[in-house]
């Protein structure tokens, strides 16, 4: 009996060491403070109501235990399931297509009975992982032409599939994400600059002739009319302050009017008025800076840094050519979600309905963050080991 008792506790001893040292606790304080900030600004933002905060808690919850089990995983398996998990989010993307739901006139769930699913959310973190693996099957010191044609070819695919669904904001991530990876992989500045100079002008031109191309009946060949209404409500929202505009425009004064202190927790006027919409999702950045003002945001966009600088040295320290593509990509995945849902909510991007990382109400997204964090713990577990 005292041999099992010394054995049981022996087991224990090591399972507790093994996740030990597998927990990047620097990682793991940053996702603490983001649960500890989020925890409470969901409770005001839903108006104090206790079934979003149980449901974040829950997620939160479920989140960092599948973020704990891919970090426990053997750092090799990630590149064996790169094509597999590639190839079924490609399917469940065709699967959606035929088969998926559709909910205010787009079709981006897929039911599968016991659970519905957005495939799309699997793309975010399969397809860096598939062009993490391609690169790192190639000859390094002999990148071709022909070699990121391929890439651009399994990058297209999926923003495509998700593009028709139509889902332009997961699109443009998933985009960033495996562009990401490319350019860690050896993109020439060449082939780069070019890109570059045509957004600028495409940009340009759409400033310059905006009265002409935001005219009722105007039609945008390669942008769905909601997608061209966002657009040129960027461009003036005052143009449809109570219609078209009123997210952004509201969302501006709840900013502003926060000031440098805020208006102190639970006390944001904007939020609790029913001005903000979609407050605990989307545009929970605009409640967080009404009620905590400036400070407050430099102190969270601080959080954010600091979990963006962790990832990237991870990735420098990484010692394959396949985890260093990964990490560095996941990090920029990251570090997008939260350059374009603060830069919607504060009036610099159109509103394309990407959520605040570790933030916005929800378990997808957040459930996809917490997983590439985990890949990060991963990743970061065999340096220097």
């Known amino acids: 009996m005292y041999k099992e008792i010394l054995r049981l506790k022996n087991f224990h001893i090591f399972v507790l060491r093994k996740i030990i040292s597998c927990v990047d606790f620097y990682l793991l304080l940053i996702l603490i403070a983001f649960m500890a900030i989020d925890m409470a600004v969901i409770y005001s933002a839903a108006g104090y109501s206790s079934y979003r905060f149980l449901g974040q808690f829950d997620h939160f919850l479920f989140s ?38 559709t909910v205010k006139g787009a079709t981006r769930w897929l039911s599968l009975g016991f659970i519905r699913i957005q495939p799309s959310e699997i793309l975010k973190i399969a397809l860096p992982m598939m062009l993490s693996y391609f690169f ?30 139509p889902d332009l904001g997961t699109a443009l991530l998933v985009f960033g994400a495996g562009i990401s990876v490319i350019y860690f992989a050896g993109l020439s500045f060449k082939i780069i600059f070019p890109i570059f100079l045509t957004f600028v002008l495409v940009i340009s031109c759409l400033l310059y002739y905006e009265d002409v191309l935001c005219k009722d009946g105007v039609s945008w060949i390669f942008l769905h009319d909601y997608q061209k209404n966002r657009i040129c409500t960027l461009l003036n929202p005052s143009s449809d302050p109570l219609g078209r505009g009123f997210h952004t425009i509201q969302s501006i004064i709840a900013i502003g009017s926060g000031g440098l202190y805020g208006k102190g927790y ?16 989307d545009f929970i950045f605009a409640v967080f800076a009404e009620e905590f003002g400036l400070y407050g945001c ?10 963006i600088f962790r990832g990237l ?44 990382p570790f933030m916005s109400y929800g378990g997808s997204a957040l459930l996809t963050m917490c997983v590439a964090c985990g890949i990060l713990m991963n990743i970061g577990k065999v340096i220097d080991k």
């Not at 790192?136 to 669904?165: E, G, M, N, R, Y």
């Open 64 to 101: 960092l235990f599948v973020m704990l089990l891919i970090a426990l995983m053997p750092t090799y398996l990630l590149r064996n399931f790169s094509i597999p998990f590639y190839v079924l989010g490609i399917v469940l993307l065709l699967c959606v297509e035929f088969f998926g739901e």
């Open 298 to 307: 430099v102190f969270l966009l601080i959080l954010y840094s600091l979990l």
């Open 266 to 281: 639970m006390l944001g006027t904007q939020t609790h008025l029913d001005f903000i919409p979609e407050r605990s999702t």
């Open 136 to 165: 790192d099957v190639q000859d390094k010191d002999h990148l071709t032409f022909k070699i990121f044609l391929i890439a651009i070819l399994i990058l297209i695919v999926p923003c495509l599939l998700i593009l028709i669904q």
């Open 313 to 356: 040295l991870i990735s420098m320290q990484a010692n394959s050519q396949f985890s260093r593509l990964l990490a560095g990509s996941i990090t920029m995945m990251i570090f997008i979600y939260v350059f374009v849902n603060i830069g919607m909510v504060t009036g610099i991007l159109p509103v394309v309905g990407v959520p605040l």
